[in-house]
Structure formats: C-alpha cells, structure tokens
C-alpha cells in the first residue's frame, strides 16, 4: 500500500517527501521545496495497470529521480561546460539550451525509469507480463532514447560557430 504523503532518504542523504496518489499531481518535496508536477510520464506508462501497481511503480519512478539527481546535476553540468561557446545571437543561444534541456529532461526520465526496474525487480517484469501496455511502453522507451539522442546531437550542432548558416563549407 502506497501512503498519501511518503518520506524518503536518498543514497546521498537528501530527504524529500513524496506523494503519488492523485491521478493528475504528483508532489516531490525535495527538502522545504515543493516540485509539484503533472504526471505524465507515469500516465503513458502506468495505462492499464491496476491502482495498487501503478501507485508503487510511480512512486519509485519519482524516487528515482531524487536518487539519480547527483547524475541529473552531473549531466547538466556537462551540458553546460560543453555548451559554454560563443553563439551567433539570441536565437542561436536558445536553439542551443533549449535542446540541451529537451536531452536532460530524456535521460533523467530513463534514468529514473531505470531505478524503477532496478528496485522492484522481478515484480516489474511480472507485473508488465500481466499487463503488457506495449504502446505506453514503446512511447516511452523509443521516444525518450528518440528524443535525448537527437536533441543531444542537436545540441551539438547548434553549439557549433557556424551553425546558424545553411552555406556547405568553402573548398580552398
Ligand atoms: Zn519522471
């Protein structure tokens, strides 16, 4: 049985409280601040499965992302040391965080997902055996991996001097 309002510790001693029983927020208290948000991912994912299982394997899908957010801060650290370039202009600059944001937000959810699997074990499998939802799982999985691999290439195009140009290269 999932409580209303859980509190959690995370591996590297940040505490939080989570509640996952409203079908349409999801509250994550990460300390005094309160993430409130939609579930999204947990709807596509969670369709079909019965009350019981889609509350634990959501809860431990947002348990996933407090336990995983040295990775998520790491991540965005990389982003933005590899993104510190000079750009060609406001438009250019935005092009540029907003792929760098689209890949962060895709890897942290897999990631997250990941840590789902990894706590519930074989329970996961089982319960997706029972409940296959292979459409919600499809979305999920292939657009999420879609998403971060192509924002991040887009992030590296975008980060490049020259990437506001549509002009091929000149040959000497
Ligand atoms: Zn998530």
């Known amino acids: 049985m999932v409580k209303k309002l859980q509190r959690v510790r995370s591996w590297y001693g940040l505490s939080g409280e989570i509640s996952v ?6 509250l994550v208290k990460v300390g ?4 409130p948000h939609p579930p999204l991912v947990n709807l596509v994912l969670r369709k079909g499965l019965p009350h019981e299982e889609r509350l ?3 809860f431990l899908h947002e348990f996933g992302h407090l336990q995983t957010f040295p990775l998520a801060f790491l991540l ?3 982003l933005l040391v590899s993104g510190h370039r000079r750009h060609r202009g406001l438009r250019a600059l935005l092009k540029h965080i907003v792929a760098g944001a689209i890949a962060h937000e895709a890897v942290w959810e897999l990631s997250s997902e990941a840590y789902a699997i990894a706590m519930a074990g074989l329970e996961y499998r ?9 459409l919600g799982r499809f979305f999920f999985w292939g657009g999420r991996a879609t998403l ?3 924002a991040s290439l887009w992030f590296r195009h975008s ?3 020259n990437s506001g140009s ?3 290269p000149s040959v000497v």
């Open 21 to 26: 029983e409203n079908r349409l927020w999801h």
């Open 32 to 35: 005094p601040v309160p993430l």
């Open 56 to 58: 634990r394997l959501s």
């Open 76 to 78: 965005a650290g990389l």
């Open 126 to 134: 089982r319960i997706y055996r029972r409940y296959p939802n292979r």
């Open 148 to 150: 971060a691999t192509f």
């Open 159 to 161: 980060g490049k001097p």
């Open 166 to 168: 549509l002009a091929p």
